[in-house]
């Protein structure tokens, strides 16, 4: 197979596909635009520069390939002055275990260890107590009428599992939540201004929160992941001021983790099952396909649709020539549509085996995965089990993004 050149006229043409993504329509319902990436080959070029990787199979590639890196904080400094990647959210990002790369992403990941089976236990515990007394709340709420499924139950739990997790105090809860809806503009694509500066303003606000949670952990230490953190860290770094920065950059990464993406799988979860009464009917009569249901969700709209890696030396992929350090865009929502990976790929079907590329891959597979499917699967269980059919009362509304999904809305009555 020949290498191919990127002429401008190759990124021109991208050009109107990636317009066309960042309206809202685009923002609603971007699998028609994804299916003409596809189209056009696996790997397209971008038209501000680098290229999108639309292909299942290269996605997949690049994922598991230790040759692709992640923007790190060396990367982002070497893009200069005035680039998104210089913004102060982004520096800040750039410190997290998302955003290194070995031997740093070794290190890190290591000290913050794994969701062990105990963990996970008790973790459990907490979501199906936390579940069980939204859900009250909510069948009393949707009586009356019309209710806000996403608002009341699909972003209270995860920052409630989270937070009770951490130890954070429940006055807190919904601030933070606030907080890690605009911070995650500066992981965005294409970023505007305007999404830079909300960023830039929540990841102030909490580094400011977390130091100061890292502070009083060490001083007055409890039996919570925090205290730990900081324990394993005394013992890898003598300078105590960079060990609090360590723990902190880890709790920064956990919140973020667990809030955003996890309240995003739950609430297209919860649209796919009340968008179609045939669904709700055949999981309320087969509990068995919830996992699978839950799995199904992750492929057919994950929470994040783009994953971007830098190439760690001059490469070759989907038959095009890319550089050392030019970065690539993996279109994981468009890559869980590709039909030469799934049959049928635009029909949801739980019982479809798994596969997709949702918590990532490689050394970067998502640490909280475990969590997120216990949050989902236990909900899921306890919707169809506890409340009569919903339905749908009008489409969602999307948040003005492309790489992270969110719905602002799920209003739902009961049928």
Not at 179 to 195: I, M, N, R, W
Not at 275 to 295: C, H, M, Q
């Amino acid at each position: 197979m020949g290498v191919a050149t990127t002429p401008a006229c190759d990124r021109r043409a991208s050009a109107s596909l990636f317009s066309r993504l960042r309206t809202a329509r685009g923002q609603a319902d971007p699998f028609p635009i994804y299916a003409e990436l596809l189209a056009r080959g696996e790997v397209v070029p971008a038209p501000w520069g680098g290229f999108a990787v639309t292909g299942f199979a290269a996605c997949d590639q690049v994922l598991r390939s230790r040759q692709w890196l992640e923007p790190d904080k060396e990367w982002r400094e070497r893009q200069g002055a005035g680039t998104r990647w210089n913004a102060p959210s982004s520096r800040e990002m750039g410190h997290t275990l998302a955003a290194l790369n070995p031997p740093d992403h070794t290190k890190v990941r290591r000290a913050a260890g794994t969701f062990d089976r105990g963990t996970v236990e008790r973790i459990g515990h907490t979501v199906k107590r936390t579940a069980d007394q939204l859900l009250d709340a909510f069948t009393e709420r949707i009586r009356t009428g019309e209710a806000d499924f996403s608002e009341l139950v699909c972003e209270e739990l995860p920052v409630a599992t989270i937070g009770e997790w951490l130890g954070l105090p429940r006055a807190d809860w919904r601030r933070l939540r606030e907080l890690t809806h605009d911070q995650v503009f500066t992981q965005e694509l294409l970023p505007s201004a305007s999404q830079l500066a909300l960023s830039d303003a929540a990841t102030a606000e909490l580094r400011t929160y977390f130091m100061d949670l890292v502070r009083d952990r060490r001083a007055r230490p409890g039996d919570d992941p925090v205290t730990r953190w900081i324990q394993t860290w005394d013992a890898i770094e003598p300078d105590r001021d960079k060990a609090d920065e360590a723990v902190y950059h880890l709790v920064l990464f956990v919140l973020l983790a667990a809030l955003e993406t996890t309240a995003t799988l739950l609430s297209t979860m919860a649209l796919r099952l009340v968008e179609s009464p045939d669904r709700w009917a055949k999981v309320a009569d087969n509990p068995d396909l919830v996992p699978g249901f839950v799995e199904e969700t992750l492929r057919y709209d994950p929470p994040t649709h783009v994953i971007s890696r830098i190439a760690s030396q001059d490469s070759v992929l989907g038959g095009f020539e890319i550089r050392r350090d030019e970065m690539v865009h993996l279109m994981i929502g468009a890559a869980h549509r590709d039909p030469a990976r799934h049959k049928d790929p635009d029909l949801f079907d739980p019982e479809r085996p798994t596969d997709h590329l949702a918590f990532s891959g490689g050394i970067h597979y998502c640490l909280g995965a475990p969590l997120a499917r216990i949050e989902a699967q236990t909900l899921l269980h306890q919707l169809v089990r506890r409340l009569p059919r919903l339905t749908l009362v009008r489409p969602p509304s999307m948040a003005p993004r492309v790489a992270f999904r969110r719905l602002l809305n799920l209003d739902v009555a009961v049928a």
